[in-house]
């Protein structure tokens, strides 16, 4: 069964413009599969908790060693990890909170990577392909004057490809804040213009990625 993994990360339920492409990117993909599974974590509404002290060295542990606050937190980590390794195409919606990407997004990677099965030589998810749409108030596109604040991006590229071996994708829609700040209201037009890009590569990307999968 083809199956798409769907995390959405913005606080913002109505309005938010990385919900509205993740959308536009699993509708695209629900559509050459019918009958696909689509698993989706909302970690606003159902945040992930920090990785702590027992999910960490349960990591290291064979799982018959493991002491029961070690397998409690292992079996979340185990069910994060299989949502994974299990999904033919990600999708990751992410908006930038003070120049990176939301604490809920970043508990969600702490849990899943671990070196020596998601992590290291032979990622088990090796060469999924992960679109990640990240919204933004602002411009940090190459040229901009805040384009070295930009941890967003360049954040998640080094993580989702360096650690997890994943192909990754980004579709960036800027200016989100145009309309509601008077002085970025030279702006309206970019922001328009903007979203209305990465609503088109999220339903491209979506049909090609769908495509992708042999059924
Ligand atoms: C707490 C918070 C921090 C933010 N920090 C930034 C920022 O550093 N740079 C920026 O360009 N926009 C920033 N924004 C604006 C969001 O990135 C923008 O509204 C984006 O569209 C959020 O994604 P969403 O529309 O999917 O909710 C911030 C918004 C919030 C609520």
């Known amino acids: 069964?083809?199956?798409?993994?769907?995390?959405?990360?913005?606080?913002?339920?109505?309005?938010?413009?990385?919900?509205?492409?993740?959308?536009?990117?699993?509708?695209?993909?629900?559509?050459?599969?019918?009958?696909?599974?689509?698993?989706?974590?909302?970690?606003?509404?159902?945040?992930?908790?920090?990785?702590?002290?027992?999910?960490?060295?349960?990591?290291?542990?064979?799982?018959?060693?493991?002491?029961?606050?070690?397998?409690?937190?292992?079996?979340?980590?185990?069910?994060?990890?299989?949502?994974?390794?299990?999904?033919?195409?990600?999708?990751?919606?992410?908006?930038?909170?003070?120049?990176?990407?939301?604490?809920?997004?970043?508990?969600?990677?702490d849990q899943v990577i671990l070196v020596g099965r998601t992590a290291g030589e032979e990622p088990s998810a090796k060469g999924t392909p992960v679109t990640v749409v990240a919204a933004r108030g602002g411009s940090y596109a190459p040229g901009a004057p805040r384009e070295p604040f930009e941890f967003v991006t360049t954040y998640l590229e080094k993580v989702l490809t360096g650690m997890l071996g994943l192909e990754v994708d980004f579709i960036v829609p800027e200016f989100t804040l145009a309309a509601n700040v008077p002085a970025m209201a030279d702006f309206v037009p970019q922001a328009a213009e903007s979203k209305a890009q990465a609503l088109e590569q999220a339903a491209r990307r979506g049909k090609e990625l769908a495509a992708r999968v042999a059924v």
């Not at 018959?64 to 919606?93: K, N, P, T």
Request: negative net charge; glycine residues 6%.
């Open 1 to 109: 069964m083809p199956t798409l993994l769907h995390i959405d990360s913005s606080a913002v339920a109505d309005g938010s413009v990385s919900r509205e492409v993740t959308a536009a990117f699993r509708a695209a993909w629900l559509a050459e599969h019918p009958d696909g599974t689509v698993i989706h974590r909302d970690l606003a509404a159902a945040p992930i908790p920090h990785l702590e002290l027992h999910g960490i060295t349960a990591g290291f542990a064979p799982a018959e060693a493991h002491s029961a606050e070690q397998a409690a937190a292992f079996a979340l980590r185990e069910e994060l990890m299989a949502e994974l390794e299990g999904a033919d195409a990600v999708v990751i919606g992410t908006p930038m909170y003070n120049f990176t990407i939301p604490s809920t997004l970043k508990a969600w990677l």
